[in-house]
């Protein structure tokens, strides 16, 4: 059985020495709950690669405490500083070049020369991050390609008895995974997320790039099918066709709605509740709302896209 942890010292100090033991442990971010690792320790990450199905060529992201955490790590450009300073700690992963010898596990990066990064901004993430003293690797504690869990009920109810330990802070408040920008050439839109484009573009003073068309990711929550619930989506839906489930934006009668007053970050908060919602629902075909394309709505489509993606 997997212990699910209460977020006070004791939690925390039990949480740490999991982390050190070389076991894998499920923490709240301020995006979604991450399956933590010692990212330095090949069998630890190995173990969350195991733990969740995932594909060994999707890179992972290090979240450590600090910019000299990060500085030791990486090589922080000109360009990350300036990101670094403005959202960080937050919902922010820098794809970065890897500093040699950093003691980082190559299954963290899949071989590539880069490494993503961030400083969460929750405070029992950084908590934990401070008590272990180390790195962490963590994707989001699902099993790959399902919902993101955004409560500790949810990482339970895809990862009870194949993990540690949840620790469990409540339900994430941005409710979005990280956005991922490269930095390793010109910087790059690697993933849209927590952070809407529009505020990275205006603190670079330029547009940011779409990233390159192949089958290999670079970063994480870069596969086709991703964030897929058990039934099939139909995206774009002004209305249910007979037989469907309709998850809803804005007025107008749903089954379930992202927000009932079409705020974007209300829907982005509630996107994985509405897709744990659908499968608890046991929902086979799913319509979705139109959602505007920008701030959140890109990170929001974009999730929605590899839902309703065809299924490896």
Not at 21 to 41: K, S
Not at 283 to 308: E, K, M, S, W, Y
Request: glycine content about 12%; aromatic content about 4%; some cysteine.
């Amino acid at each position: 059985m997997t212990e699910r942890l209460a977020p006070d010292a004791p939690g925390l100090a039990r949480a740490a020495a999991l982390l050190a033991e070389g076991a894998q442990v499920a923490f709240p971010t301020e995006t979604v709950y991450g399956l933590g690792a010692d990212a330095r320790n090949g069998r630890a990450v190995a173990g969350i690669f195991a733990a969740k199905g995932r594909p060994s060529f999707n890179p992972l992201i290090v979240h450590v405490p600090t910019l000299e955490t990060a500085a030791a790590l990486v090589e922080l450009s000109p360009e990350a500083e300036r990101l670094a300073a403005t959202f960080w700690p937050g919902a922010l992963t820098l794809v970065l070049p890897a500093r040699p010898g950093n003691g980082i596990s190559e299954l963290v990066s899949a071989g590539l020369p880069s490494l993503g990064i961030r400083i969460p901004a929750h405070p029992l993430a950084r908590a934990l991050l401070e008590a272990f003293g180390g790195p962490v690797a963590a994707p989001s504690a699902n099993p790959s390609g399902r919902v993101s869990p955004t409560t500790a009920a949810h990482v339970l109810s895809g990862l009870d008895g194949r993990i540690a330990a949840v620790l469990d802070g409540g339900a994430c408040p941005v409710g979005l995974e990280s956005t991922i920008v490269g930095l390793t050439g010109q910087p790059t839109l690697l993933r849209a997320g927590g952070i809407p484009a529009e505020a990275l573009e205006a603190c670079l003073g330029a547009p940011l790039a779409a990233p390159p068309a192949n089958d290999t990711p670079t970063s994480p929550g870069q596969l086709a099918s991703h964030y897929a619930p058990q039934g099939t989506l139909r995206l774009n839906a002004e209305a249910p066709e007979p037989g469907e489930t309709y998850l809803g934006f804005g007025p107008g009668d749903a089954d379930l709605t992202l927000s009932a007053s079409g705020d974007l970050t209300e829907a982005a908060a509630n996107l994985f509740a509405c897709l744990h919602a659908l499968d608890a629902r046991g929902a086979t075909r799913i319509a979705v709302a139109p959602i505007p394309d920008h701030g959140l709505g890109r990170a929001i489509n974009d999730r929605l896209r590899r839902a309703a993606a065809p299924r490896p």
